[in-house]
């Protein structure tokens, strides 16, 4: 919790930086597009969080984000499919394929990362082929299911309400529930929690499932956004923005550490840092970079920060 | 003898004065002294927790003291790092190794210090690496290739490796803690061999063990620690078994171990009847073992490393399921797919390797305490946190676990402390059936005795313990009768009455009588 107390802080220096440097960053319209923003990369990003608390990773989710975004466009132009139905599907196989990471991961005992590399190659190739190669999108009509990233609750764009609404979910699940428990555990120490009687194999297949969801979820959303979809980069990089999200917002790749506020703020703290290089005039093509260094920024502090706890814990026991 | 008057006469290499070491909740070290002469083996013996590793990771620079003096040659100085101890000659052995098994001998022995060509640029040539690697292999007797992949070579041979890494730093002080407690009787024999040519050489050795036997093998003196005090010096004359554990425990060993022979009965015992038939474990899936344990009863499990006692309680926990044979408890047959369903029947585990397996570390004690219980106390998967801190407010107060609040972090208490947090969440399970893998070791004396109260008031209680104990006065004095496992079966049982070391190391070593004389 103290780690989410850092992030804030650091959230809100961001803020106050580029709203002094840009007051345009906090006109209605930018505001709201980057909730658009945060909403749809969130939840991807609680998904991989949960994910690397396990002490593993995702990197499929691009893949699975590019292949419903393509997928839904056309079960419902080329083959009718009723909208409902369609979103169920999209996100049942998306679900499917994070479950068979999990089984994978446990019960053959393959490694997170090369299960899910797999993965993002296999899902990026199926995508391509399945859709021809050919930029997809919604063309006209829809409009219900468009609410879901144009609407509006309490003045709030859709997808921030549903990131807000999955947080609350994922978070009671993490922090709230015996598997959250379980899933820290076993995160920091898995022999330990197998030797408390916790199912670890479940657990993981749980998590990965989740993501797969998530994944589903962001994708259905990032579609509708977009509209327009080329399926051989749609979602490209994804992944890494969301192992960045992740790991900004406190979660070790070590496994075991993590907090859903943290996972949403580091995802806000991206998507605004995105912004402010639009806004502030920086060259586009130094996204990455100013990306990375402040990733690298963050978790070489939070490092200094422990260090500087430990160091003074230790000065104050000297003495006794 | 001849080496023991010698050492008598020579010149001390190391003086320590009055060191002290503290860590958060023990004084692992109070006020402790040592000498040690050229040439000469000084073992250093203590129960677990007595400090010994502690002083030995002061000299070897691991941890630095927090008083006191210590004297190289008769100059003060001041060990900060493991690479200052290695300046002034001084050079720790872990217990476990720490070789490189992926490289050959000669890459190991000079590890760090390998010749090179063209400075910076580091190319090592082969030859003069060997060349500068053999002579220390040579010291100590280890007469293979230098090219011999380490983790071809047997565990004995290893050590052997790490020896001349050590003498390679020019080491005058080998500091060994427990040095044979992975190797054989005749890898044991080969070491004590080496240790005495070492001797002959002048390098001075501190010998860490609890086996008396080699102890009286290999000492030239002795010294024993108490609770992180002097409890006092041996001459090689005066080395005998009693000598040391008279001083080792410093007290009435009978009074120590509170057994009382009145054997509970009723409901309680009948619920706790735990029958084990013809079960074959994964690890030796040649032999069955059957057995019983009844309520209220402690049985011993003794027998050397690698009979496969811990393999035994992990699949009688089911981490490891059996491969064939029942297990029934109040004559109910229990599945063992998992430690998740040894929980639900009753049975629990206080494991081996705390570290590992008993205790998340980086967790809380409160967590700790509740993670095995957890389920069970709230099906529907909500936790409820007056529910979890009042359990471990209980078990805080239950076991005397000494922690700044239930919210500290597990790994920062004493090794006492921990093994308490392990034995709270079994208790807080509930279980009928508790089994123990040592459930005393590396924890202070104060700890000890009060895992001994909690087991008699358990067996008091009804529940049926099994306790695997590689400590022979643990298993003598805590256990109602004794299994004994030879290389994967049941060697023998042994009564009460008939406990004994002698008769125990008989039946761990096979029955075969002369290597039964270890202590």
């Known amino acids: ?320 | 003898m001849a080496a023991s008057d010698a050492s008598i006469e020579a010149p001390l290499v190391l003086e320590v004065r009055a060191v002290s070491k503290r860590f958060p909740g023990v004084q692992a070290l109070d006020g402790v002294d040592l000498t040690l002469g050229r040439g000469e083996v000084l073992a250093v013996v203590g129960e677990n927790g007595a400090g010994k590793s502690t002083l030995m990771k002061v000299l070897g620079g691991v941890h630095p003291p927090d008083d006191g003096e210590i004297r190289v040659d008769g100059r003060p100085v001041t060990i900060e790092s493991v690479n200052a101890a290695m300046d002034l000659g001084i050079s720790l052995l872990h217990q476990e190794l720490n070789l490189a098994d992926n490289l050959d001998v000669a890459g190991n022995v000079m590890l760090g210090r390998e010749p090179r060509i063209g400075g910076r640029f580091g190319w090592v040539p082969r030859r003069a690496l060997e060349a500068e690697a053999i002579p220390h292999m040579r010291r100590v007797g280890l007469d293979v290739s230098p090219r011999t992949l380490v983790s071809d070579l047997p565990i004995g041979q290893q050590q052997l490796v790490e020896i001349a890494k050590a003498l390679s730093t020019r080491a005058r002080v080998l500091i060994m803690d427990e040095p044979t407690s992975s190797l054989s009787a005749r890898e044991s024999e080969l070491l004590f061999h080496t240790i005495a040519d070492l001797r002959g050489q002048g390098v001075s050795i501190i010998y860490i063990s609890h086996r008396l036997g080699e102890v009286k093998e290999v000492a030239d003196r002795v010294t024993v620690l108490r609770d992180g005090r002097n409890a006092g010096d041996l001459t090689r004359d005066e080395i005998g078994h009693d000598a040391m554990v008279r001083l080792m425990v410093g007290r009435d060993v009978e009074a120590f171990y509170q057994r009382t022979d009145a054997h509970p009965t009723g409901d309680n015992v009948e619920r706790a009847t735990f029958q084990v038939e013809r079960l074959r474990t994964a690890a030796h899936p040649d032999h069955e073992l059957t057995f019983t344990l009844r309520g209220g009863e402690i049985v011993g499990l003794a027998g050397l490393v690698g009979a496969g006692r811990t393999e035994l309680a992990r699949t009688l926990f089911g981490i490891d399921p059996p491969i064939a044979g029942t297990v029934t408890l109040a004559g109910k047959r229990i599945a063992l797919r998992s430690a998740h369903d040894a929980i639900a029947a009753g049975i629990a585990l206080v494991p081996e390797d705390r570290k590992q397996h008993g205790l998340v570390l980086a967790m809380p004690v409160m967590e700790n305490v509740s993670l095995a219980g957890l389920g069970e106390m709230n099906r529907a998967g909500w936790i409820n946190a007056t529910r979890e801190r009042s359990l471990a407010d209980a078990m805080i107060g239950l076991l005397k676990i000494r922690t700044p609040s239930r919210h500290q972090i597990t790994e920062f208490l004493s090794g006492g402390n921990q093994q308490k947090v392990v034995l709270g969440k079994w208790l807080a399970t509930e279980p009928r059936v508790l089994i123990l893998d040592e459930p005393t070791r590396g924890i202070d004396v104060g700890a000890k005795a009060e895992i001994y109260q909690h087991m008699e008031t358990l067996a008091a209680r009804g529940v049926a313990m099994l306790m695997i104990s590689s400590e022979m006065e643990e298993v003598i004095n805590m256990s109602d009768r004794v299994l004994v496992m030879h290389e994967g079966r049941l060697a023998g049982e042994l009564q009460r009455d008939a406990l004994g070391e002698e008769a125990i190391m008989r039946l761990a070593t096979g029955g075969f009588a002369e290597a039964s004389e270890h202590a």
């Open chain 1, 1 to 320: 919790m103290r780690k989410v107390l850092g992030v804030f802080f650091f959230f809100c220096v961001l803020v106050i930086v580029v709203s002094v440097a840009n007051p345009r960053f906090l006109g209605t319209d930018n505001l709201r597009n980057q909730g658009r923003w945060i909403g749809e990369f969130g939840i991807v990003s609680l998904g991989e969080g949960l994910v690397i608390i396990t002490g593993g990773i995702d990197l499929s989710v691009g893949s699975v984000i590019a292949l419903v975004a393509t997928a839904l466009p056309l079960l419902l132009t080329e083959y009718d499919f009723p909208v409902l139905f369609a979103v169920i599907c999209v996100l049942s196989i998306a679900t499917s394929l994070g479950l068979i990471h999990g089984l994978l991961i446990t019960k053959m005992r393959l490694q997170p990362f090369v299960v899910t590399l797999c993965g993002l190659f296999v899902y990026r190739g199926v995508t391509r082929v399945f859709a021809g190669d050919l930029t997809q999108g919604y063309g006209t009509g829809f409009e219900t299911l468009f609410l879901l990233v144009k609407g509006h609750l309490f003045g709030l764009p859709m997808p921030l309400v549903l990131l807000l609404c999955a947080t609350l979910v994922i978070g009671v699940f993490l922090h709230r529930t015996v598997h959250g428990r379980y899933l820290l555990a076993l995160g920091r120490n898995e022999q330990a929690a197998r030797y408390s009687g916790i199912r670890t194999d479940r657990m993981i297949i749980i998590a990965y499932t989740l993501c797969g969801t998530c994944a589903g979820v962001s994708g259905v959303l990032l579609s509708l956004d977009i509209n327009s979809m080329q399926p051989s980069n749609f979602g490209s990089f994804y992944e890494l923005y969301a192992i960045a999200a992740a790991v900004l917002g406190g979660c070790s790749l070590r496994g075991g550490e993590g907090h859903v506020l943290g996972i949403v703020l580091g995802t806000a703290i991206l998507r605004i840092l995105l912004n402010a290089i639009i806004l502030l005039r920086i060259p586009s093509s130094a996204e990455f970079a100013v990306i990375g260094g402040v990733l690298l920024l963050g978790v070489t502090t939070d490092e200094f920060v422990k260090r500087y706890a430990a160091r003074r814990r230790a000065a104050q026991r000297a003495p006794s």
